[in-house]
């Protein structure tokens, strides 16, 4: 894997290749697919209250959650490198920013099931696994616990756009092959 920096995402700089005449383009995802944080903060929700009912209690600091916070926003590069090294081995990636935030694409083809892993895992590692943590840390450690509910809601919360491109590529054949070129994900 060989990973490329472009910088600021302009609207024209993401590479592209050519998809086939047969390619069909998944749904854009839009501004509206923010009501997909709606299920996440009623999970960290029914989290917090479980806590509370059943596992000894919640304390929480506004200190912690702000260095909570802090350490996540400190970790996205680190969510982007995930989706980089989920790429097939052997692929240039390119890295970018916009005004949203980090970006991650490539352009190797991949089947359905791979960019299923692509879009999952950073959430998983950076956003369930600190979730469980969250969860098995006793609520008399409230610097550990506040900042790993923090940690968790943040990584958990970010990933809501790779959530809606998962929803869509469940409802492709299990064969289908991925292609991303330039700002726009193809499958045939």
């Known amino acids: 894997m060989k990973i490329k920096w472009i910088g600021k995402y302009d609207g024209n700089n993401l590479p592209t290749v050519d998809v086939g005449a047969g390619a069909k383009e998944l749904p854009e995802v839009t501004g509206k ?13 029914c ?5 509370k009912t059943y ?20 970790f996205f590069p680190v969510h982007e490198l995930i989706h980089a090294v989920s790429f097939p081995s052997g692929s ?27 879009n999952m895992l950073p959430s998983l590692i950076l956003g369930v696994v600190p979730l469980i943590a969250y969860m098995i840390v ?18 958990v919360g970010s990933g809501y756009v790779d959530y809606l491109n998962i929803v869509h590529l469940l409802r492709l054949p299990s ?14």
Request: aromatic share 12%; charged share 10%; hydrophobic share 55%.
């Open 33 to 45: 697919s923010v009501i997909m944080l709606i299920p996440i903060v009623l999970l960290f929700a």
């Open 47 to 51: 989290c917090v209250y479980v806590k």
């Open 55 to 74: 596992l000894g209690g919640v304390a929480f600091s506004r200190v912690d959650w702000m260095i909570g916070l802090v350490i996540a926003l400190l």
């Open 92 to 118: 240039k990636v390119i890295m970018f920013y916009t005004m949203q935030g980090l970006g991650t694409t490539c352009v190797s083809p991949m089947t359905r099931n791979r960019f299923i892993v692509v």
């Open 138 to 155: 006793p609520s008399s450690y409230v610097f550990a616990s506040t900042v790993l509910c923090v940690f968790s809601l943040i990584h």
């Open 175 to 188: 064969n289908a092959k991925i292609q991303i070129s330039g700002a726009k994900i193809y499958w045939v």
